[in-house]
């Protein structure tokens, strides 16, 4: 079955330094991907999406994240953190379906903490 | 303002009752979701509608049941038979043209007892 991976479950970082969150997805076909942010008390907010073009896209608030895809990866950056960037990352990818329908798979997500 | 809204906020039921979360969304969205989220398993799919009167089960829709009647609407059942139906239940919507980007609401936290 097709599924989306986050390897980091929660990180920890000072402010000023730089992030990585990984998201790996199992399937070789066209795909569209998504970050998600989950800010404490808020909604679910779209940060980037990657449909196609140039593999390296940027988002909201600084954030970017690069499509390789010989690695199945879509893993988002971003080059000095923020105490405000703490929050719950969620990566998606929507994989065809049988039928014409559009399914989203979500990652488990990464719950980010920035120390002052 | 265009959006989803969720009601209630909290919703407090007791075990063996069926309770509905509402879900109204004015986009204009033709593809509507239903998703549980649990600490540590992200979101996962309860069930999902391409366009009125016709809808998919998604990865956990046992127990849940939902209706399309209106474009706007997709109302969510939890039934007494969902095992395990605390939680925090999002609802989202998505277009074609949009690249099925998610819109989600504020969501509904459900305690059972």
């Known amino acids: 079955a097709q599924s989306v991976s986050q390897h980091n479950h929660h990180v920890i970082l000072s402010e000023a330094a730089s992030l990585e969150l990984g998201c790996n997805y199992s399937?070789?076909?066209?795909?569209?991907l998504f970050w998600y942010v989950q800010y404490p008390g808020q909604h679910l907010q779209l940060l980037l999406k990657?449909?196609?073009?140039?593999?390296l896209v940027k988002g909201i608030k600084g954030f970017e994240a690069e499509f390789i895809k010989s690695k199945f990866s879509f893993n988002l950056r971003k080059p000095s953190v923020q105490w405000s960037d703490t929050a719950e990352y969620f990566c998606?990818?929507?994989?065809?379906?049988?039928?014409?329908?559009?399914?989203?798979?979500f990652g488990t997500g990464t719950k980010l903490q920035v120390i002052p | 303002d265009g959006g989803i809204t969720q009601s209630p906020k909290y919703l407090f039921r007791k075990e063996g009752q069926n309770v509905t979360l509402s879900c109204e969304q004015n986009?204009?969205?033709?593809?509507m979701y239903w998703y549980r989220q649990d600490p540590g398993q992200g979101l996962r799919l309860i069930y999902y509608?391409?366009?009125?009167?016709?809808?998919q089960k998604g990865d956990i829709a046992e127990g849940y049941s939902v209706s399309r009647e209106k474009k706007e609407s997709f109302p969510l059942t939890v039934t007494s038979a969902q095992k395990n139906p605390t939680a925090f239940y999002l609802c989202?919507?998505?277009?074609?043209?949009?690249?099925?980007?998610?819109?989600f609401g504020p969501g509904t936290r459900l305690t059972v007892t």
């Open positions: 990657y449909f196609s073009g140039d593999p």
């Open positions: 989202a919507s998505s277009s074609r043209q949009g690249g099925y980007e998610q819109y």
């Open positions: 986009l204009n969205h033709d593809a």
């Open positions: 998606a990818v929507i994989l065809p379906y049988s039928g014409g329908y559009q399914k989203v798979t």
């Open positions: 399937y070789g076909g066209t795909v569209n």
């Open positions: 509608s391409q366009i009125v009167n016709d809808f």
